[in-house]
């Protein structure tokens, strides 16, 4: 069994940084490309950053020269620092990643349960 597991949320004033984490534990062999989203309330989940497995990564336009996704792949991590931030930027971010179970031949999406990150104004 796979888990992804997020942290790093929390509250934080217009201006502020946080730094999020997602660690991939369990049953894994591989990880592929890895990913952050966000959902505000009453909002859709949209793709904030990611990150393939070679390092290359890419950004929603509304966070580019804000915040920066990062990847440990020794400890099947993936981070998310979050600069000068927003009062929009409040949303529950969730971790996705495709891994490869041990035992599997393919990669499968898996997701976390999100952490909240509420920013003041």
């Known amino acids: 069994q796979v888990r992804l597991v997020e942290s790093g949320g929390g509250l934080v004033q217009a201006g502020g940084s946080l730094r999020l984490s997602c660690v991939a534990s369990?049953?894994?062999?591989?990880?592929?490309?890895m990913a952050w989203y966000r959902q505000a309330p009453g909002k859709q989940r949209v793709l904030v950053a990611t990150?393939?497995?070679?390092?290359?990564?890419n950004y929603a336009d509304s966070v580019k020269g804000r915040f920066t996704i990062s990847r440990d792949n020794a400890k099947n991590s993936v981070y998310l620092q979050m600069n000068s931030l927003k009062p929009e930027d409040t949303a529950v971010y969730y971790c996705?990643?495709?891994?490869?179970?041990?035992?599997?031949?393919?990669?499968?999406?898996?997701w976390g349960q999100g952490t909240q990150v509420t920013v003041s104004s």
């Open positions: 996705t990643s495709a891994i490869m179970p041990f035992g599997a031949v393919r990669y499968i999406d898996y």
């Open positions: 369990g049953s894994v062999f591989s990880v592929n490309a």
């Open positions: 990150i393939t497995g070679g390092g290359s990564t």
